[in-house]
């Protein structure tokens, strides 16, 4: 009798640890896309979690996860609804949650229900952890000119804060730029903006003809993000209009010596350094966000894509991730855009 219910614990030890092995084989490995939908990705790591957002189109809302494979388990909170009537009530795009000396802030672009009113604002919250605490608006965040700007990315470089974005020249839907700005504060830009990047490559000029549901960009660079590895600088971009599958990411590099605000030291690269692939299927990447692994030896990108040829700029966008490497020149190399069908390891704890 005793040696059967030894021969039973043993199995039943077995099962459990099979489970287990399972259940941990499960967790350290995932497919794209992460979510079914969610366009212009972005993602930061703080403090042992991950907090992702993405466009909502009327508010913002937040993701908090020890995996960013596991987005559709994510904690998730609501922190901002766009009032109505106001000139920030409409198309909530591309949202950013950054953590700056203490404090969280979120920056956005919104309009009041015309795109030609699109400008970046910003909320900021003392709590420590921005699922908590109170997230207070405040306003408007633009450059002297306060010319149509979205897709906003704040970073810190040689301990000064800048601000890069998307926007036009004048006040006409023509051409999107990729603008940059030195920041007085996490709320206030210092001073006016310098033109970096506009559509200048045949990668870069897809989309220039449009019907009567698309929007009539004729040329489009956009959803620019900061990107540094050792002693390079870089910033990556989006091309190309978000309606065609030819939308891609393209690459700034610096080339200066401290001068973030000479445009003459910003060198664009020939081609995109991701673009859609059909032998993965995969169509129209873009607009992206870097991140770092838990144990900070990583560098990984998140980005938006479809699975299948001509959807668009609509509700077919799904956020992807897959990590970067580096040439020996210490430039980013990305590859294709992975297949949904590939197995990739999660970002090493």
Known sequence: ????????????????????????????????????????????????????????????????????????????KTIWVAPKNTDYSAEIWAPEFHYIKGKWYVYFAADNGSNNTHRMYVLENDSKNPMEGEWVFKGKIAAETDKWAIDGNVFTYKKQLYMIWSGWEGDTNGQQNIYIAKMKSPTQIDG?????????????????????????QVNVNEGPQFLSHKDKVFIVFSASGCWTDNYSLGLLTFTGKDNLLDASAWVKSDKPILEQSNKNK????????????PNGKE?????????????????????????????????????????????????AM
């Open 1 to 76: 009798m005793k040696r059967k219910k030894s021969i039973l614990k043993q199995t039943l030890l077995i099962v459990l640890l099979g489970i287990a092995s399972n259940f941990a084989s499960a967790q350290q490995t995932f497919s794209n896309p992460i979510l079914d939908y969610g366009p212009d990705p972005y993602s930061t790591y703080h403090d042992g979690y991950y907090y992702y957002t993405h466009t909502m189109q009327d508010r913002l809302v937040l993701l908090k996860s020890k995996n960013l494979a596991d987005l559709k388990n994510a904690e998730k």
């Open 192 to 216: 006016d903006r310098v033109r970096i990047s506009s559509p200048s490559n045949p990668w870069e000029l897809y989309g220039a003809l449009h019907d009567d549901v698309n929007p009539p």
């Open 282 to 293: 995969v169509y129209a990447p873009g607009h992206n966000s870097f991140f770092k692994s």
């Open 299 to 347: 560098d990984w990108i998140l980005y938006h894509a479809n699975s299948n040829p001509g959807e668009g700029c609509g509700e077919k966008r799904s956020p992807r991730m897959q990590q970067i490497k580096w040439d020996k020149s210490g430039n980013p190399v990305i590859g294709d855009p992975m297949s949904e069908e590939a197995v990739l390891t999660i970002p």
